[in-house]
C-alpha cells in the first residue's frame, strides 16, 4: 500500500468513527429520551441496575442501528474525509502531481466494500444470534421477560398459542396447540386436532416441550359424524410431550411479523417453505432480496456522491456536501416506498423481487454515469 493509499485511508477511517458514534450515539439518544420512564418503572431496581439495563439494552441494540444506518455512515465519513483534503487544498496537490482523482478515491471504495462485509455479517450472523435478546422491550427487566404468543406457525403447519411464555424457564402457561393437515391446494389447511396443556416446558435433551396436564382431542373432518359432548370429552387422550421444530430462542422473534427483519437469510428461506398466507409469504420472500440489494446500495450511494464531493474549489464544498446528502436521501425514500410496495398487490400480482432490486436498477446506472463523468 502506497503513501498516498494509507493517507486517504486514515482520513477515511477516522470520518468512520466519528460518523458513527454521532449517529449510533443520536438514535440512542432519541430512543433514550422517549423511554426513559419505562427503564425507571420498576420500582424494586435500584439506580445501578437500571443504569446497567440501559446499557445492556443500548449495546444489543446498537447491532440494529448499525444495519440501518450503514450507508448513511459510510456517505458521512467520505464527506468528511474528502472534505478536510478539499480545504487544505490536497486534492490540487494530488492532481499537480499526475495522480488520478479516481486513484485518489480507490481507497475508499475498498474500505467501503470491507464495511458492506461487516454490515453482512451483522445481518446474517450477530443479529440472528442476539434475536431474542433484541425483541424485548425497553419496559422488561433482562432475565425476566415474557410474551403472549399468538399462532406461532411451526414446520408441520400446527399454530401454537399461549397464554405466556417466559424466556428464563422455556415455559408456556396454557399452550394450545391446533394441529393442521396441508389440502391438495397449496394455501389450504385443515384442522386436524387440539393439543391443551397447563403448562409446557422445553427439555433441550430430548428437542420436545414436556406437557403438564397435556390432552389432545381429535377434530372429526367435515360431512362425519359430529360426536356429542360426553364422547368429545371421551376422546380426549393424555399426552406427556409434543414435538415441533419451535425453540425456545424461536418464539420471541416468530410471535410477531416485524421480527421477521432479524432472522438469517437460511431462516428466512425456512419459513418460506413451510407454506405461509400470500401476503406473509411476499414478506418474506422481499427480505431476502432486500438482504442482497441494501449492500449493493450502500455502495451505490457511495459511488453517487464520491464524483460530487471530490471538487478542488473550498468554496464549492458546502454546496457538494448538500447534494451528496440530497441524493442519500432520494435513495433512502425510494428504498423505503418499495420496501412498502413490495407486499402489496400493485400491477395486479404481487412481485417482492421488483421492487426489491428496483433501487439498484435506478441509482446503479448513475452512480456510474457519474463516475464516468469525474473530471480527474
Known sequence: ????????????????????????????????FANLDEFTEHADLNTMAVIANIITYYSLQSTLYFR??????????????LGKMVRYNELIAMMASGVSLKRVITPIVVLAVAFSGLLIIDQEVIIPALGPKLVRGSDAVPG???????????????LISAKKFDVASSTFDDLIVVTRSKKSDVLLWE?????????????????????????STPIPKPGLHQPGRQNAAASRTPLLAYRTDLTPNDIPIRRKAEHKSLLSSLQLSQLASQGTQLKDLANLYSQKHFRITDPIMNL?????????LVCRDPK??????????AITAASLIVGFACRILATEDVFGRIVPELWAWLPVFIFAPIAFLEIDSMKT
Open 1 to 32: 500500500m502506497k503513501i498516498l493509499d494509507k493517507y486517504v485511508a486514515k482520513n477515511f477511517l477516522i470520518g468512520y468513527v466519528i460518523a458513527f458514534g454521532v449517529l449510533i450515539g443520536m438514535r440512542i439518544t432519541i430512543d433514550l
Open 300 to 308: 451505490v450511494m457511495l459511488l453517487v456522491c464520491l464524483p460530487v
Open 144 to 158: 425476566k421477560e415474557s410474551y403472549k404468543v399468538w399462532f406461532i406457525t411451526d414446520a408441520s403447519g400446527s
Open 316 to 325: 464549492s464544498m458546502k454546496s457538494a456536501i448538500a447534494i451528496s446528502f
Open 191 to 215: 384442522p386436524t386436532g387440539i393439543i391443551e396443556a397447563r403448562k409446557a416446558t422445553y427439555d433441550s435433551k430430548s428437542q420436545t416441550w414436556l406437557l403438564t396436564d397435556g390432552f
Open 68 to 81: 440501518d444506518f450503514a450507508g448513511m455512515i459510510t456517505v458521512v465519513a467520505a464527506a468528511f474525509s
